[in-house]
């Protein structure tokens, strides 16, 4: 490869890099004045980033990077979700009732990360269109047990292999080579969230 196409394909990768900062700083609110970084020059690190790795990638670069093609990503198959007619949140609690088992309200609203009054308005709209039922717990009176109906379980699942479905078309017109990298990248990436970014409840 000659020097002035190393040159390019060097631009490139640091234009990329920008782009994907500023529309981080976009997604998640931060400053618009947040300093430039000039084509030929790498990203300070500061101490809570931590050190380059000897490729010279930039973990905060990287993270920035992973960070807006997973909303990307995200927002591209929240588009089926709507086709489907389900919302992000009722699919997401639904998936935790049919993959976890029933279970409280509360517990439902931890797993969620919402408040509890929230959670509770929304298995309420969920129940009237019969995606959920709740009954009073076993053993305790006072606390109410939400469980996915069939008719919830049949909506998640569909509405999952639709996700899938456009993912897969999309990754079939991948090069061979370009697939095997994607796979263990994300083969990476699953034992990262397992070592590394697991926390305990």
């Given at each position: 490869?000659?020097?002035?196409?190393?040159?390019?394909?060097?631009?490139?990768?640091?234009?990329?890099?920008?782009?994907?900062?500023?529309?981080?700083?976009?997604?998640?609110?931060?400053?618009?004045?947040?300093?430039?970084v000039?084509?030929?020059?790498?990203?300070?690190?500061?101490?809570?980033?931590?050190?380059?790795?000897?490729?010279?990638?930039?973990?905060?670069?990287?993270?920035?990077?992973?960070?807006?093609?997973?909303?990307?990503?995200?927002?591209?198959?929240?588009?089926?979700?709507?086709?489907?007619?389900?919302t992000?949140?009722?699919?997401?609690?639904?998936?935790?009732?049919?993959?976890?088992?029933?279970?409280?309200?509360?517990?439902?609203?931890?797993?969620?990360?919402?408040?509890?009054?929230?959670?509770?308005?929304?298995?309420?709209?969920?129940?009237?269109?019969?995606?959920?039922?709740?009954?009073?717990?076993?053993?305790?009176?006072?606390?109410?047990?939400?469980?996915?109906?069939?008719?919830?379980?049949?909506?998640?699942?569909?509405?999952?292999?639709?996700?899938?479905?456009?993912?897969?078309?999309?990754?079939?017109?991948?090069?061979?080579?370009?697939?095997?990298?994607?796979?263990?990248?994300?083969?990476?990436?699953?034992?990262?969230?397992?070592e590394?970014?697991?926390?305990?409840?």
């Amino acid at each position: 490869m000659g020097t002035k196409k190393k040159d390019k394909k060097h631009k490139r990768h640091h234009e990329q890099a920008e782009e994907a900062a500023q529309s981080w700083a976009q997604e998640e609110g931060a400053p618009e004045t947040a300093p430039r970084v000039a084509p030929d020059s790498k990203p300070p690190v500061t101490a809570a980033q931590g050190v380059s790795s000897a490729q010279g990638v930039n973990p905060a670069g990287l993270a920035m990077r992973l960070n807006s093609v997973s909303l990307r990503l995200l927002r591209r198959l929240h588009q089926e979700d709507g086709e489907s007619g389900m919302t992000g949140e009722r699919l997401s609690a639904l998936s935790v009732l049919v993959y976890g088992g029933p279970r409280t309200l509360g517990k439902l609203a931890e797993a969620e990360g919402v408040a509890p009054p929230t959670m509770t308005r929304l298995v309420a709209a969920m129940e009237r269109i019969g995606l959920v039922e709740r009954t009073r717990h076993e053993s305790d009176g006072r606390s109410i047990v939400v469980r996915a109906t069939p008719r919830g379980e049949e909506m998640l699942l569909n509405a999952r292999r639709q996700r899938i479905g456009v993912l897969s078309r999309a990754l079939a017109t991948l090069p061979d080579e370009d697939a095997a990298t994607l796979s263990s990248a994300t083969e990476i990436l699953e034992q990262l969230l397992e070592e590394r970014l697991t926390h305990d409840s």
